[in-house]
DNA sequence: CAACATAGTGAAGGGGCATCACGACATGAC
DNA sequence: GTCATGTCGTGATGCCCCTTCACTATGTTG
C-alpha cells in the first residue's frame, strides 16, 4: 500500500534473522543440557554476580514463582547453589558452582566465536552502515514504545479480539 | 581476543533487535487473544489455504500431534474448523472460518503497518545499506549451516554437557 | 487380499509461565 | 518490646508448547 517495497524487504530480512538466530541459540544451548529460560537467568547471573531469586525475578521480568522453579532445575544440574543471605535470612543468594561458572564462561566464548564467523571477512563499513541501520530501527522502535499495538489502533481503531 | 569490537557492537544490536521484536509480536497477538504458535499456524493456513494437518506439522517443523493440539484450540476460539479430505478419508483440511480469515488479514495489515512505521523518515539508502549487511549475515549464516555448533567446536574441541 | 505406509489422536511427561495462598522473616510505628 | 505491614520464597493449580509411544482408521501396492 503506502508502505515502498524496500521497506516490506527489510522487515522480512529481520523477522527472518530474528527466526534463524534463536533458533539457532535454542539448539545450542540444548546440545549443552540447556534451556533457554535457564540459560538466561545464568547469563543474569553472570553480569550480576551472586543475587537474590527476587531481583533475578525482575531481571527476567519473571514471576518470583518461576525463579523457584529455574534454580531448582539449576540446583538439580549442578550449576548453581542455594546459600543463605548474609544478612536476609528471608532470601537465599543464587551463587554459581565451579561448573556453573565455567559453562558460563565458555557460553561467553562461544558468543565472541559466533559473532566472529558472522563478520568474518565482511567489509568494515558494510558492517558500520548495518550498525547504524540497527540502531535506527532499535531507536524508532523504543520511541514508539507500543509499536505494533500502535499500527494496530492506527490501522483498525475500536475493535476488540474474541476472548 | 580476535574479534574486533565493532563485531561485537553489531552482534549485541541484533540480538537485542531479536528480543526487542518477538517480544513486540508476542504481546501483540496475545491483546488479540492469539500465541505466536496458533498465530503461526494461522500465517502458514494464510500462504498455503486449506493444509491437512500433516502439512502443516512440515511447516512448522513440529510433531503432527501438536498440531492436533493447535488445531483443537484454534477450533474452539472458532477460527477455523476441521474439514473432511475430499479424496483421502484419514486426511481433514484446517481451513478458515470467517472471523479466521479476518483476523489473519488484520495480522497482515498490521506488519505492514508496524514495517511502515518502523522506517518511516529512513533514508533509502540507510535502508539499503541495512537490507544488504542483513543479507550478507544470513547468507553466511545459511552457508555455515551450524553456526555456533561449528563456533563451539572449534572453541572447545571434546567437551560435554553431564546430562 | 495381505503387507505396509500414512493421517490423526489418546495417554503420559518435560518445560515455561502465571496467579493465589501461606509461612518465615524484616521493619517501622507506637 | 510488640504489632502491623511489607517482602522472600514456595506449595498448589492451571494454561500453553512440545515430544514420544501406542493405536485406529484409511490408503496403497504387490
Redesign the pocket.
Known amino acids: 500500500m503506502t508502505t515502498p517495497p524496500h521497506h516490506a524487504v527489510a522487515f522480512d530480512r529481520i523477522l527472518e534473522l530474528v527466526i534463524v538466530v534463536s533458533d539457532d541459540m535454542t539448539r545450542t544451548l540444548s546440545a549443552q543440557g540447556l ?4 540459560a ?1 537467568l545464568l547469563w543474569e547471573l553472570h553480569h550480576r554476580g551472586p543475587s ?6 525482575d531481571a ?14 539449576l540446583v538439580a544440574t549442578g550449576l548453581v547453589t ?1 546459600e543463605p ?1 548474609p ?8 551463587t554459581f558452582t565451579e561448573r556453573g561458572a565455567a559453562m558460563t564462561a565458555a557460553m561467553e566464548r562461544d558468543q565472541q566465536e559466533f559473532a566472529r564467523i558472522l563478520f568474518a571477512g565482511m567489509p568494515d563499513d558494510r558492517v558500520t552502515a548495518l550498525v547504524d541501520g540497527l540502531d535506527d530501527v532499535l531507536a524508532r522502535l523504543k520511541e514508539h514504545g507500543l509499536t505494533v499495538d500502535a499500527a494496530r489502533a492506527a490501522a483498525n481503531p475500536g475493535n476488540e479480539a474474541g476472548r
Do not use: E, F, K
Open positions: 534451556t533457554d529460560a535457564r538466561h537474590t531469586q527476587r531481583v533475578l525475578a527476567l521480568r519473571v514471576s518470583p514463582r518461576n525463579i523457584t522453579g529455574l534454580v531448582d532445575a542455594r543471605h544478612t536476609d535470612r528471608r532470601a537465599t543468594l543464587v
